[in-house]
């Protein structure tokens, strides 16, 4: 079900473990593994210039938990895990062999998943914003609710990032694609993995 407020999906490489975070680890070893990894994986959905993306995820991260406490957020990791609140076709086309685990959101701490009315790269980029509400937010799960009741699902194109098939007006990483969800504790996560 695409619009499902009452589950996170979260997409992953079915031949590696789940719910991991390149931003949970230093600079330096994260870009060994992304080269490691596009290397191993050339049809996979890696960066171009691993160095500029890692830099602005690691950007964009502490600028999302800074803003998930401002609203009364009380995160513990310091990288989150990213789902998709409800689920998401385009997802499983990142991947080589595409697993994903869906959990009711019930079973999360409320206070410990931020959510952004996009995927973050596009909704923090300031030259994609077009005055709209959700640009540079972030919301709790209450927030995100009411968006999509005001707005619906963002606009998601399809689209199939491995076999590198996007649309013709505007790139895809300028399309919002989904409801971000970031989870910020490891207790629900440990009883899936």
Known sequence: MENDTAHLYHYYEKTCDPFRTITSLPFEEAVIVLRKWRENN???ASPANIEWFLTRRYEMEKI???KFIAIGGKPIRTAPVYFTLGANKGMNTWYNNPACIKIPFREFDINTVSFTYG???????????T???WWGQVYDYDGILNLIEKYGYPEDPEYDMKNR?????KPINHYLKYIEAHVWSDEVLDKYR
């Open 42 to 44: 050339p049809k996979s």
């Open 119 to 129: 995927d973050t790269f596009p909704v923090f980029n300031s030259n994609l914003n």
């Open 131 to 133: 005055g709209e509400e």
């Open 64 to 66: 999302v938990r800074d």
């Open 165 to 169: 098939i996007f649309p013709h007006d």
